[in-house]
């Protein structure tokens, strides 16, 4: 990684020990403001380049917190979930809410952590100000319990978006010591894997998913910035 990535991990880790590490890490990366006005999907440049302009969208920010976690010896890997924006928790003004109802199903990138044999979701998306509108902000993790999920998972990449999940609470059973990810869940531990899988499900959309897909983003940073 690179010197800024360098210099933010020391700051952000100095005097602390490993769980208080960890937290400090998640909060910092947490309070980046979210943002798809730029595009980073570059896994190895993504990093400092949301570093450097000071915000970014759930790609960079776990990409950031995998290297981090992994600099401090713990295991993490990249866990993504299909979903769909037109979430009816959050509080969308009209005109993103009839926009948000036609687009395609997103991938979402957060990390699992293995943290006293427990793969634990850790998931930084939403910075503290969008809780007002309704997005699940992780607020005071202590480090070692699931956070609630940024978005709701589709329960099967095959399944229509009517199927989704009841909450953003992890998809995980009863098997806490087990890596076992559920409702459509896919994981990898290496970085070129989850960009390759990330390249096929962009290559899968049409010109007009493309196109709506870009002008709602436009409109939803617009929105964003009104809340903080």
């Avoid at 595009?39 to 990093?47: A, E, I, V, W």
């Avoid at 459509?184 to 390759?196: I, K, L, Q």
């Amino acid at each position: 990684m690179t010197t800024l990535v360098n210099e933010k991990f020391l700051e952000w880790t100095h005097g602390l020990d490993l769980r208080q590490s960890m937290i400090s890490v998640f909060e910092h990366i947490r309070d980046i403001p979210y943002s798809l006005a730029v595009p980073m999907t570059d896994p190895k440049t993504s990093p400092e380049h949301m570093l450097r302009l000071g915000k970014g969208y759930c790609g960079p920010k776990h990409y950031l917190l995998a290297e981090m976690y992994r600099r401090m010896g713990v295991d993490a890997v990249y866990a993504t979930f299909p979903f769909i924006w037109n979430d009816p928790d959050i509080r969308y003004p009209q005109e993103l809410r009839l926009m948000a109802t036609g687009l395609p199903v997103i991938h979402h990138l957060a990390c699992r952590v293995r943290i006293n044999d427990r793969w634990v979701l850790v998931d930084a998306t939403w910075d503290l100000p969008l809780k007002q509108a309704g997005f699940p902000v992780n607020e005071n993790w202590d480090g070692r319990a699931d956070t609630k999920c940024a978005v709701k998972p589709l329960r099967s990449a095959v399944r229509t978006a009517f199927c989704r999940t009841a909450t953003n609470e992890p998809c995980r059973d009863g098997h806490d010591a087990e890596f076992n990810p559920l409702d459509g869940e896919n994981d990898y531990g290496d970085v070129e894997d989850h960009a390759r899988f990330y390249r096929q499900k962009i290559g899968m959309r049409t010109a007009e998913d493309i196109d709506r897909i870009r002008v709602f983003y436009q409109k939803f940073d617009i929105w964003l910035e009104t809340l903080r």
